[in-house]
């Protein structure tokens, strides 16, 4: 019995650790999407298709395979010419005020949504380690 | 049979169609480019949110992201002294204004987003401060949007001043459109009026009023981006992001009601309906609004002669097709727009300077001049 209830309890603490310590990607998903909504929709459109040669599209954006450059750019911001799906755009997007876990939020969310997939789950510490 | 379909099915079609791609006359013309140019007065500030001018060599202006720069001929140098500012979504240092009597006692107006104490978040406050050579003092909190919230959107702002030594200043509804804009007990979705030492005027239209936020001017915003002090009407002219198709202009009067979000000409920027409401009685009708929306930032007159085919024409910068346009206005009606410095990018502010000149802030750049040639 008291075996059992030794079991049970470190059971209950890892079920406890493992989902303080990662969030899940649903979590994460939904969260992103009400981030979304709030600070990129504007330009970028609900349906992430952008605006041509003003607002670039993130609906099957060729700009996300760098992910890293997608993560530092909602960072710390992206000025100057890009060019994206074969379009080019040169303009500028400024820092959100995003934290770390927001910005893994929303970049889940833009990696998985409009017919992006990704097999990458981004988290508030990869975030946290891109450096300007 | 099939006859007499077809042409109220050809008719109605057509109309579906004019009415979706249709833009809100007047219709906007590109004018020959060539008649004027622009000299390069600061650069290196990615959004110059705010300008004032101290004289016809120097000026102050904002950078969201929390800096105020002294600009005096053409060399910039950082202000220090100013509060911490929250910069989140849309907001962050936003306007800046001098006193109307600063040459004597100094005083600047700023509004900030920030977020002292309370719920996450932040929200747009006015302060007023002493400005020496390069710092501020005596820096006071004169009002603070309440509640705080997380929220990206609709900060506002700007501060104008009218003949009567009132400031009016702006805040947005804060993305929070269904409960804000058309509550006077809560601040957002505001025009705001105050005398200059912060204090609320006796005359302002809800100070009698229960609950209501006292400083409240106008009500039923959006988020005015631009407002303007007409020096020869004495009215104040605003204009606000609307949702998609509802970017409008209004002439701001005391104690009403501009409709966000019961009435609107726009849609969602999703594409669906918000209120199939554009009047009601008890609210007002923009005097404009822009379709499509062009996402409209600072507002100005040209009130001096160096333009000659440009006096009294009202100025507004587009954040979303990155020119200028100007609006002829004849009785309070648009009869003509024209774009000015078509692609020069995200226009985010105009301004009239003491010189008479147009000076323009666009994003990713800085202050710019118009010379006509």
Known sequence: MKFFVTFYFIFIFNICLSLFTK?????????????????????????????????????????????????????????????????????????QGLDDEEISDVVNYILNSWGNSSDEIITEEIVASIKK | MKKKIFAPLLISILCLTSCISQENPPEIKTPDQSKYTTETIVDGIEIPWGMDFINENELLVTEKKGILYRVSNGKKTEVSGLPEVYQRGQGGLMDVALHPDFNKNKT????????????????????????????????????????????????????????????????????????????????????????LD????????FIAKENARKAIYSYGHRNPQGMVFDKRTKKIWANEHGPRGGDEINIIKRGKNYGWPIITYGINYSGTMITDKTKMDGMEQPLYFWVPSIAPSGMAFSTSNIYPKWKNSLFVGSLKFEYLERLEIKNEKVIKREKVLESIGRVRNVKEGPDGYLYVAVEGNGILKIIPN
């Not at chain 1, 979304?36 to 298709?49: I, N, P, R, V």
């Not at chain 2, 912060?198 to 239209?205: A, L, T, W, Y």
């Open chain 1, 23 to 95: 969030k899940p990607l649903q979590e994460s998903l939904l969260d992103g999407q009400e981030i979304y909504e709030d600070f990129c929709a504007q330009c970028h459109l609900e349906d992430g298709k952008g605006v041509k040669g003003i607002y670039p599209p993130l609906a099957k954006s060729d700009f996300l395979k760098d992910i890293n450059r997608t993560i530092s750019s909602i960072k710390y911001g992206l000025k100057g010419p890009i060019i994206v799906n074969g379009e080019k755009y040169n303009s500028i997007m400024v820092s």
């Open chain 2, 108 to 195: 600047i107006y700023l509004t900030i987003g920030v977020h002292l104490e309370g719920e996450k978040g932040g929200n747009t406050a006015l302060y007023c401060a002493k400005l020496n050579e390069n710092s501020l003092s005596n820096l006071k909190l004169l009002y603070k949007g309440q509640p705080n919230t997380k929220k990206g959107q609709h900060w506002g702002s700007r501060i104008v001043f009218d003949q009567n030594n009132h400031l009016y200043f702006t805040i947005g509804d804060r993305g929070n459109r269904d409960v804000n804009p058309q509550d006077i007990s809560r601040d957002g979705g505001k025009v705001y009026r105050l005398n």
């Open chain 2, 198 to 205: 912060g204090s609320i005027p006796k005359d302002n239209p």
